[in-house]
Every structure is written in C-alpha cells, then in structure tokens.
C-alpha cells in the first residue's frame, strides 16, 4: 500500500541544494518510438505489418518473419509480472541516489516480456498495467502499475520520479486576469498545490473574479505583466526559487489574417504578449527551475505552455495569432532542451477555441478554461508533455497525421 | 531440419594446450593490450614458439576498443594468416577452440594462440554496461542500472518460484568453490566461505547477495591449439578435443530465462563424443551466477528440466566431491576478467587434463566438460556452447 505524500518541511536555506542527475537518456533513433507514445500518455509497441508479431525492444527487422515494416501501434498493455527483483546496488549514479529501486519482468498478454520499473503497490505474479513514461531524461520507459487503481497510488517514489504532480508543489500561473488564468488556478489549488502564484499586471486595476481569486487559500496574488522585463526579473528574484511548475497563461487572441491586419501593430502586441511573453518567463525563471529540479518532493518539475493547436496548422481566421502560437511552439522545443538537463519536462497543452470572449463569434464545440485547466493538471500528475485538449484540438491532431495538405485547404476555406 | 550429428568431422588430430593464465587484479591501470601483451609473452615462453610462428590469432576482449583483433597483430609485432575477434564474452573460450581447431584442421594456420583478455580500470565497468548493446541501451540501462545483476536476479527470481530452488542451495555451489579456489594462489578471493556468511551477505539486486556476484576484474587467459603430431614432436603435454556445440538465441519466446541452448545441442555433443554424462571426471560451467551453472547441469544432461536444486543436493562439488565442479573456483571465487572469464573454465580443464593445474587437482581426471554462457543483450543470456577434451592418451 502507498503511503500518502508527507507534506515537505521548510527548506533549511543554508543547506546545498542536491544537483539534478539523470537516468541514461541515449536510445536508439527507433526506440523513440516509444517516446512518441509516452509523450502522449499512449501505449505503443512495434508490431509487424506483415506477420502481426508484436515485439520489444525495439528493432528494425522483424524476429519472425524479418519485415521492415514495423509501425509503433497502440496495444493492450495488460500482463502478469512474472519476476521481481530490489536493486540495491547501482552503477548509475542516478539510481544510486535512489536505492533501493523496483524492477520486474512483465508478460505482456499481446506477447513480448518486458522489463520495467515497478510501481510499490504492483505484486509479483499478479497482473499489472504497463505504461510509457518519461524517465528524468526526457526519454521513454517502461512503468508497471497494478491492475486496479490503489489508495495514494500517486504518491509512490518511483512514480512521481515521472510524473510532475502539483501536490505540494508551488505553482506560478503567469496572467491571472483571464478566464483561463483563474480557472488554471483554481485547478491547481484543488490538485493540492502548496501555494499557487497568481500574476497579475497593474494589481491596482480591479478585475472580475478577482474576489473569488483571493478568498482561495493557497492562491496568493502577485504583480507579474510579461510585458515587462523588468517585473518579470523582480517577481523571479523574489520567488523563483520557490516556483515549482510555470503554468504561462498570458493571452492575446485576435480574429483576422496578415493582409487584412494592415499593419503590423496587433501582431506586435500578440508576438510581444505570447512569444516574448514565454521567452521573458524562460529567460527569469528557467535557470532556478533546471537547478531544482531534484530538490525534494517539492523540486521544480513542469513549465507548462497553452498553446493553440493551430500552432500546429494555420486557422486564417486567426492567422496572424495562429502565428505567434506557431512561434511559441518551435521555442517550446528549444525550452525542452534546454530544461532537460535539470529533468525538468515542457508540457504543451494544445487546445481549439474557448468558451472566452475573443472566440464569440465561433461555432461549437467550444472548450470550458475549467476543462483545459483540469486536462492540464491530469497531465502533469500523469507526466505527460504533449496533450491535445477537446474535440477541434484532436480533431486536428487526426487530419494533421492523415492528410496534412488537406486540413491547410479545409481551414482556409471559410 | 533435423540434422545428423554423424555428419560432423571430428577433431581428431588437434590438440589445445599451453594453458596460460596471467594474474588477476581487482584494478589495473594498464590497458586491455598489455594484459594481452603479457599472456602471449607467457605462450611463446612456455612454449618456446616465436612470436613470429604464430600464425593464427583469435582475440576476445571487452576493454581492446576502439581496436579488434587486427590492430593488435599491429600492436604486437604478429603477421598471422588467421585472424578471429570473438566478442562473444562467456563464450569466447570454447568457441575460439573450435574455430582454431578448424583451422589447424584444415591446414588454414599451423599455431593459433586463443586469448581473452581485460583490463579494469576503477570506472570501466560501468561504461561497458551503459553502452553493452543496442537493446541494453534501450531497455536495460535505464531500469535502476542494476547491471547484469539485476538482470540475472530476475532469472533467479523466476527459477526459484518455478523449480523450488533456494538460497541454500546455490550457497552450496559457491562454498564448494571457493573451497577448490583456496589453493589456486591467484584467486582473488582467499578466504574460506561458510554457508552461513553467503546466507549473511549483504543483498545486492534480490534474491542475488553479495557472494553470487564475481568480481570485476582485470586479467588475462590464453591457450594454443596445434596439431597433435607437431604437440608431441615438441614434446607439450595436450589434451584432445571431442565435442563441441555452440547455439546463440536459443529459446527466445521463453518469457524468461529458464534454459540456454545447451539443452538444443547436448544431444549432438555427447553422440559426438562418444559418451555420456556419467564419463565426465569433472565439469566446469559458466559461473557468472550459481542460478546459470545449474541451468548448464540440466540443460547439458545432468539432470532434468528443474531437478539441479535436488541434484546440488545429492552431490558435493569440490574437487574430490562426488561431482567436481568449476575446480579453480571458477570466476565467483577467482574474479571476472572480462571476456577471460569466457576462458577461465577451459585453461583451467586443460590443466586438469595436463596435470599443470595451478591449484587442487581431480585425481585420476581422463574426461572434462567445458561450457560457456555470455551476452546478455537484453533479458538473457544469448551464447552458449560447451566442449569436451579429453587427457592426450
């Protein structure tokens, strides 16, 4: 049985903060794959087009019949664990921090035995539930869970080594005026959030909900306006070192394309607002996150982006926005990269319209903020990094893997 | 296909001998090519040969790389006409055999000097086990980096549920052993080993404790084949070759490990050699875990399928026990050199077979088995193979 989470204790401020050391991410190009997968929460093995053989660990001729042809396909990822061992000796100075440390052999029922980490509450000889996760290093494993869902299953050391739960963790949501902001923070005040920093710019402007937002007890409102360097840089010379998951929810949605714009002021404001609105955030509050980011149960563990799936595909009723969310998408990867180090993850939260005032004149379906705030914390306790949120995001993700050419025609067609 | 084991050619008229082993040490700051260098120096001086003479040379080593065997005959001053780098680290001692064999048996090279050879300097067991193998890589290493002893616990966490072994049964193996090691001035490990202290050792990946690891080290085991005529015009004690198998992969839709490829071929080896398993006068396995030499005593006939934990029961394994088993102590008492581990077994049964032996002797020793294990890509244990020689009549 999983104990639940301890609340941490203060941290003592003179004691040295434990550097962030990594599992070995190397894999081979194929075994990527299986990143793919767990990036998206999906259960993914190679599976032979031309004999169905379903194989692990990767490969790139198949064992039985040596077909080339061996998609990454979603399968049931039910089996029995046939074998367990505690290692208690590592050669890895990762896991050496982290001894003792589960593994055990699973016979998956579509075929292959695979090794995997072991969540506490799994039995040998019983059946479990495999996962794909992603490990510290940003690459995938596989993750053993009991059959059945178990008391504080999420509190489990292993598993929260992949996972970026918000419990006890303190929070910064970056624009706390909008309706996302605010139902992002009460999200996480639900999740278990220690304390959730909301900013806000100009706080002596009154805003609506703005009562509510303060009569939440670990949400504690903070002058932030990520148009501005300066107040960025003061509010991370203040909290950084106390900020755990950086939800960016600043916003500027704005209908039309490039040529009806007629100039370029609207778009300045979306590029300065959204991409050097998460690049002022990255560039202040980044280097505190990757250095915590094994520090305790609290350690630093998700910077989050809200992006428009259209980042993905341009929407030209929104083109020139779609634009700007294309840019905070490629600088999303670049942020990946360089906050892996710390084993800090970059969710993206990709999302359609919403239920706000910018999108009224868009038809259904349209997405609640309390929706996507719920998705992204799920998310995070799942350790995900990539997640398409309602019906147009996934309705776009499909098309976008189908036929790519065809969703650019259908979108410009209105 | 079935295959008849008539249809191989024997060995007759080749011979190993000239068992060399160098040394082990627990760290070396020398490199995989000096502890090379050293073995061949011993090979020419016991045997008197040339450097120049030999003219074939088979190398396996963990730690040679960037190089392979042709940038050692470079290295070393050789000019062979056969060449062979055999990575198959358990395996390498027997399978080197038997490809020399070949080739002195077919007139391909007249002198093959077979070494397997490592150095360890204090952090290159780690960066073998990070990089072992593609799969390793992919699904092994980042599984709590227990390294081949979380992989093995596993296997003998499995065999144990399966076939009702228990830890006092692969304690009997590795006290016997350590027994026979006690007089083999080498070994790095010197003091006597009781039950209860195997029983007491700290666990490492469980069920696997402290005394069924070996013990990384750095080292290095030769021997040469040659024709038996030109053996005994030289007048060199030899022991003569009568079966061999080999098998990689075998088994791979076993879930785990339960059985190595011994159990395809043991049939083929002892029809090849004319024999059976009741002729052995002693046997040396694979020891890089106990669980592994008893899967070896069943899979090569010994006994059936989940019957060594009774057979360990009913024998002693020292070497005047009634089953004498990895009679130098095998890699569990005497340390892994790396890929010499693959040849410990087989320079040791040579000198069985030669009475040149460096520690206790098997009296009356006419017959030894010989087996090998190594590669574990993934979950197992992918070579097997095994020998048979015999004492030179």
């Given at each position: 049985m999983s104990e639940p989470l301890a609340r941490p204790?203060?941290?003592?401020?003179l004691a040295r903060t434990r550097l962030p050391l990594l599992p070995q991410g190397a894999r081979s190009r194929t075994a990527h794959g299986l990143t793919a997968a767990a990036a998206e929460g999906r259960f993914a093995l190679q599976v032979c087009a031309d004999c169905g053989h379903v194989l692990y660990?990767?490969?790139?001729?198949?064992?039985?019949?040596?077909?080339?042809k061996l998609p990454f396909k979603n399968i049931d990822p039910n089996g029995r664990l046939i074998a367990e061992t505690t290692v208690?000796?590592?050669?890895d100075r990762y896991f050496h921090e982290r001894m003792p440390w589960r593994i055990g052999t699973v016979q998956l029922d579509a075929g292959p035995a695979i090794v995997a980490h072991l969540h506490g509450d799994t039995v040998e000889g019983e059946r479990v539930r495999l996962t794909l996760k992603l490990d510290k290093s940003g690459s995938a494993v596989m993750f053993a869970l009991p059959a059945q869902e178990t008391p504080?299953?999420?509190?489990d050391r292993h598993w929260r080594e992949m996972t970026c739960d918000p419990q006890y963790r303190r929070v910064l949501i970056?624009?706390?005026?909008?309706a996302v902001g605010q139902a992002m923070a009460k999200a996480f005040a639900e999740a278990g959030a220690s304390t959730v920093f909301v900013g806000i710019a100009d706080p002596w402007k009154p805003f609506p909900g703005e009562a509510e937002l303060r009569n939440i007890a670990p949400i504690e409102v903070v002058p932030l306006d990520v148009t501005d360097t300066a107040s960025v840089a003061e509010l991370a010379a203040q909290n950084g070192g106390r900020i755990d998951i950086l939800v960016n929810t600043a916003e500027h949605v704005r209908p039309g394309g490039i040529i009806e714009r007629g100039n370029l002021s609207v778009a300045r404001e979306e590029i300065d607002i959204r991409y050097f609105g998460m690049m002022r955030l990255a560039q202040a509050f980044g280097p505190a996150l990757r250095f915590r980011g094994?520090?305790?149960?609290?350690?630093a563990t998700a910077f989050v982006n809200l992006l428009?799936?259209?980042?993905?595909?341009?929407?030209?009723?929104?083109g020139a926005s779609s634009a700007a969310e294309a840019a905070c998408l490629s600088a999303s990867q670049c942020l990946r990269a360089e906050l892996r180090p710390g084993g800090v993850k970059v969710l993206n939260a990709f999302f359609g319209p919403l239920e706000t005032e910018w999108y009224q004149t868009v038809p259904p379906p349209k997405l609640a903020p309390a929706a996507l705030a719920r998705a992204v914390v799920a998310a995070l306790q799942d350790g995900l990094e990539d997640i398409f949120v309602g019906d147009i995001a996934q309705d776009v993700r499909e098309r976008l893997n189908t036929n790519p050419k065809a969703l650019e025609r259908e979108l410009g067609s209105h | 296909m079935p295959r008849q084991p008539s249809a191989r050619r024997s060995y007759e008229g080749v011979v190993a001998c000239q068992p060399v082993t160098i040394p082990y040490r627990?760290?070396?700051?020398?490199s995989a090519a000096w502890w090379i260098g050293r073995a061949l120096r011993e090979l020419v001086k016991k045997s008197g040969?040339?450097?120049?003479?030999?003219?074939g040379f088979a190398l396996s080593s963990f730690t040679i790389g960037p190089d392979t065997a042709i940038g050692l005959t470079q290295h070393l001053g050789l000019s062979p006409r056969w060449l062979d780098h055999i990575?198959?680290?358990?395996?390498s001692g027997v399978v080197a055999l038997r490809r020399a064999a070949r080739a002195v048996q077919a007139g391909d090279a007249e002198f093959v000097a077979c070494v397997g050879a490592d150095t360890n300097h204090v952090d290159s067991f780690r960066r073998t086990l990070s990089t072992f193998s593609r799969f390793a890589q992919d699904?092994?290493?980042?599984?709590?980096?227990?390294g081949p002893n979380a992989s093995f616990a596993l296997i003998t966490r499995n065999y144990m549920n399966r076939f009702g072994a228990t830890r006092e049964d692969f304690g009997k193996l590795c006290v016997a052993q350590r027994d026979n090691a006690?007089?083999?001035?080498?070994?790095?490990?010197k003091q006597k080993l009781t039950l209860d202290a195997y029983l007491a050792a700290r666990p490492i990946a469980d069920p696997i404790h402290l005394f069924d690891c070996v013990m990384p080290c750095a080292g290095a085991e030769a021997f040469l084949v040659c024709r038996e005529e030109t053996a005994r015009a030289q007048g060199w004690t030899h022991v003569r070759v009568l079966a061999t198998i080999e098998r990689h992969n075998?088994?791979?839709?076993?879930?785990?490990?339960?059985?190595?490829?011994w159990a395809m071929d043991a049939g083929e080896l002892w029809a090849m050699a004319g024999l059976?398993?009741?002729?052995?006068?002693f046997v040396e396995t694979?020891?890089?875990?106990p669980v592994i030499s008893m899967l070896q005593f069943e899979d090569l006939g010994?006994?059936?399928?989940?019957?060594a934990p009774d057979f360990v029961r009913s024998h002693t394994f020292t070497n005047d026990g009634s089953f004498p088993h990895?009679?130098?102590?095998g890699q569990l008492s005497t340390g892994q050199a790396g890929a010499a581990g693959g040849y410990l077994g087989l320079v040791e049964a040579i000198g069985q077979l030669t009475d040149t032996a460096p520690g206790g002797r098997v009296p009356n020793a006419r017959i030894g088995l010989v087996s090998g294990f190594g590669m574990?890509?993934?979950?197992?244990?992918l070579a097997s193979c095994a020998a048979v020689l015999a004492r030179a009549a």
């Open positions: 204790r203060r941290k003592n401020p660990p990767p490969r790139d001729a198949c064992p039985r019949c040596l077909s080339a208690r000796i590592s050669t504080h299953m999420q509190a970056s624009d706390g005026r909008n094994a520090d305790g149960v609290n350690s428009s799936v259209h980042a993905l595909m341009n929407w030209p009723a929104y | 627990r760290y070396s700051t020398e040969l040339r450097p120049q003479d030999l003219d990575p198959l680290g358990g395996a699904a092994v290493y980042p599984y709590g980096s227990g006690l007089s083999v001035p080498h070994a790095l490990m075998a088994f791979p839709d076993d879930p785990i490990q339960i059985r190595g490829g059976h398993t009741g002729s052995v006068d694979y020891d890089d875990y010994f006994c059936g399928k989940g019957e990895n009679t130098s102590g574990i890509n993934y979950d197992r244990g």
